[in-house]
């Protein structure tokens, strides 16, 4: 039989049915260092007991009445006609999960025998509460019970002597997710009970299929539940965090993301707020004089930013000579212009840019395919995901969206980063500028051994499609034959109607030429058919993606959509 204590758990049982214990705030601390310093407990009667030491206690643990986890005490009971009244009933979003019963110091001295077990299990078993954990206090010391487990011996003892030094014990079984994922577990359990015993295999099967429809039917009660707990770190709460770093985080971190609208706006608003009174530190880290590590995404963001802050009338001294340091006129006007036909062009005119975007996309499909090839990857996935599930907050947001393929992705996002950065530095000569030849002739080796690892593993693509990330990133088409800079980038400005009806002024060939690197942004400005071609031209995608060279991109293609 399984034992199902927290400490005999295997890794990924625990990771995924149980949580780590936050630090305990000093007051917390201090109210059970002073139950410790109690004295004279055999003068109590069992109300100073529930007063004095188990309610302080239990407002430790987490519970508070009207709250997600509540304490009930003296619920009405009947069993055969007789009233019963159990001292506390602990309560998760209003179902009952675990008892405490007080007792009379002087009785019991901190040993409890089987009369005050016996009144406890009486509550227990009883179909309004139906609970496996059973705590009895005298004040002197706190045991408990698991009734399913053992009613000879408690499986936590904890002196009130030595309260502090083993409250996180009492934690780690009672606290209130701990609680939950007790509950969790207890399923399990029973499941071992019931089919340790089992001898009809077809049976495992299904109870198996039963099972997954008893779960499936309960998704719309989840989602319900799931808006009603929902707290701080929602999509708007996890905006309010970003608005709170340190600019150099949102730079490096979440600017090379493609993320929601409204973090883009929060990580806009919290750069603006660094730009007074002056806005060249900022401006200097998002647009160095020389490449730094950027994605399509960093420079949708990008512009977002630049198109904010002309709005709000913020007078620029600086911005880079790519971004059109020499033309006269408004400086942010003439950045957002500039970085708009960079978008739209692929960077064409700045090829030292070029290739590091390039590049960039580049190590995204290398990884990729590394991370759905290799078994190490996938359980490093699960791995990150068991973990935040485990330390993370159950309530937030990224609890609720966490999933391995998401941890795969994210890994993604940091080998992007770092091998972007080793690239810059390994083609970069004494004044920081690249060596763009050079570079090229890296990425086109980099092209050669993403061909020739998919040419050895001709079943990736149904690998790929069975091993499904949930990516929407079009990781395997930017920058191969459709333009995920250029579409980024109008997705931006379809949110400034002046910079849109700017763009349909004066870049109606880029627009156009948009159109057939399958941008559907484009494709609803000019009220074109999203299904209709042409599509780009081998020549043209070669031109565009792979510095003039026509047949890599028929290649690749060919090679991931077979």
């Known amino acids: ?114 009369a005050e077990l016996r009144q406890a299990f009486e509550y227990a078993v009883h179909p309004e509460i139906n609970a496996a954990l059973l705590v009895l206090c005298d004040g002197h010391a706190i045991e408990v019970f698991d009734r399913e487990h053992d009613l000879e011996l408690p499986i936590l003892r904890v002196e009130r002597a030595n309260l502090v030094r083993d409250f996180d014990q009492l934690r780690a079984l009672l606290s209130p997710f701990q609680v939950w994922f007790f509950q969790k577990r207890r399923i399990l359990r029973l499941t071992d009970k019931v089919f340790d015993r089992e001898f009809n295999i077809a049976r495992i099967n299904e109870f198996e299929g039963l099972l997954r429809r008893r779960l499936g039917s309960k998704t719309q009660r989840v989602v319900e539940n799931m808006r009603a ?45 660094h730009c007074t009174p002056d806005p060249f530190r900022i401006l200097y880290q998002i647009f160095p004089d020389h490449p730094r590590v950027v994605t399509d995404a960093y420079m949708s963001n990008s512009l977002h930013f630049l198109m904010r802050l002309e709005a709000q009338s913020i007078t620029l001294n600086w911005t880079p000579a790519w971004l059109g340091q020499s033309k006269a006129g408004n400086r942010a006007t003439v950045a957002i212009e500039c970085l708009i036909r960079h978008c739209l062009t692929s960077f064409a005119s700045a090829p030292d840019w070029q ?156 627009l156009d030429r948009m159109v057939e690197f399958g941008s559907w942004q484009a494709r609803a400005w000019l009220d074109v058919d999203a299904s209709a071609g042409p599509l780009a031209s081998e020549a043209l995608r070669g031109e565009r993606f792979f510095f003039g060279d026509g047949t890599m991109p028929a290649r690749l293609a060919s090679l991931y959509h077979p």
């Open 355 to 510: 290739v590091v975007l390039l590049h960039a996309a580049a190590v995204r499909r290398l990884a990729k395919i590394v991370t759905i090839l290799s078994p190490d990857a996938d359980q490093a996935a699960r791995l990150s995901h068991l973990r935040q599930r485990y330390f993370g907050d159950e309530l937030c947001f990224s609890q609720q969206t966490s999933s391995p393929g998401g941890h795969a992705l994210h890994a993604l996002d940091n080998i992007v980063r770092l091998a972007s950065q080793r690239f810059i530095d390994d083609h970069r000569d004494e004044q920081g500028s690249l060596r763009v030849e050079s570079a090229r002739h890296a990425l086109r080796v980099t092209w050669q051994e993403e061909i020739r690892v998919l040419e050895a593993v001709p079943y990736y693509p149904k690998l790929l499609r069975e091993r499904d990330l949930g990516e929407l990133h079009p990781t395997e088409s930017a920058n191969v034959q459709y333009d995920n800079l250029g579409h980024g980038a109008l997705c931006v400005i379809d949110r400034f109607p002046k910079w849109k009806a700017h763009i349909l002024a004066y870049f109606r060939p880029e």
């Open 229 to 273: 707990v929902a707290k701080s770190h929602a999509p708007d709460a996890m905006a309010a965090e970003i608005r709170a770093l340190d600019p150099a985080s949102v730079i490096e971190v979440y600017l090379p993301l493609e993320t929601s609208w409204l973090v883009m706006e929060a990580m806009t608003a919290n750069l603006i707020a």
């Open 1 to 114: 039989m399984t034992d199902w204590t927290v400490a005999r758990l295997d890794r990924d049982t625990l990771l995924s049915l149980g949580k780590a214990l936050e630090p305990l705030p000093a007051a917390t601390l201090a109210t059970l260092a002073e139950i410790e310093r109690l004295s004279g407990l055999d003068d109590y009667v069992e109300l100073d007991v529930r007063e004095e030491i188990i309610t302080p206690i239990l407002r430790a643990l987490g519970y508070r009445k009207e709250s997600m986890f509540s304490v009930e005490r003296e619920v009405p009971l009947r069993i055969a006609g007789k009233l019963l009244k159990p001292d506390y009933s602990l309560t998760l979003w209003e179902e009952d999960f675990w008892i405490v019963e007080a007792k009379r110091p002087s009785a019991t001295k901190g040993k409890f025998g089987y």
